[in-house]
T-cell receptor, first 111, second 115 residues
């Protein structure tokens, strides 16, 4: 079945440093979504990417969808303490209807 | 508050008992998802409804689990003969759309502890 992996599992950065998490799927995805989950909270939708090679920006966050639609990345510029949380990618392959979430990357930001 | 509510927020039960959880999605959302999340892991898809129709069910889902959405509004998830391995956060999400994708709004979850 479809598998979604994320690296790194954990990332500790100093406030102001950049951060990137990578998402890789074993199958081609019809779209990919990114979610953020704060400690003790529930996942909150950040963005959805649909087109091959698509790049979207939200303030300090940049999202990319790979040309082959099997990988994606999230880059945060100049991290802030409010960026703390776990970032999940989630995708549905071209054959299924169910979303598969990656295991997440937990980001810690030291002030 | 996303507008998706779940009840109860916490449930402690003894092994072998049945439990039922309820999810009330955002009213105009036609799609409803159930996920299970354990500590340090991403949400694991369980099942999904479009209106009242259950369109997909994870192959990993034991037959002890059943979900309904009788009128296309709220949904219930029942776990029969609970096991300690069922202890997890059960998340419900809803979205609007007719195909794969769409922003999912998650509820606060129901934390199940099986003793």
């Amino acid at each position: 079945g479809q598998q979604v992996m994320q690296i790194p599992q954990y990332q500790h950065v100093q406030e102001g440093e950049d951060f990137t998490t990578y998402c890789n799927s074993s199958t081609t995805l019809s779209n990919i979504q990114w979610y953020k989950q704060r400690p003790g909270g529930h996942p909150v939708f950040l963005i959805q990417l649909v087109k091959s090679g698509e790049v979207k920006k939200q303030k300090r966050l940049t999202f990319q969808f790979g040309e082959a639609k099997k990988n994606s990345s999230l880059h945060i510029t100049a991290t802030q303490t409010t960026d703390v949380g776990t970032y999940f990618c989630a995708g549905v392959d071209n054959y299924g209807q169910n979303f598969v979430f990656g295991p997440g990357t937990r980001l810690s930001v030291l002030p | 508050d996303t507008g998706v509510s779940q009840d109860p927020r916490h449930k402690i039960t003894k092994r072998g008992q049945n439990v039922t959880f309820r999810c009330d999605p955002i009213s105009e959302h036609n799609r409803l998802y159930w996920y299970r999340q354990t500590l340090g892991q991403g949400p694991e898809f369980l099942t999904y409804f479009q209106n009242e129709a259950q369109l997909e069910k994870s192959r990993l889902l034991s037959d002890r689990f059943s979900a309904e959405r009788p009128k296309g509004s709220f949904s219930t998830l029942e776990i029969q003969r609970t096991e300690q391995g069922d202890s997890a956060m059960y998340l419900c999400a809803s979205s609007l759309g007719s195909g794969p994708g769409g922003e999912q709004y998650f509820g606060p979850g129901t934390r199940l502890t099986v003793t």
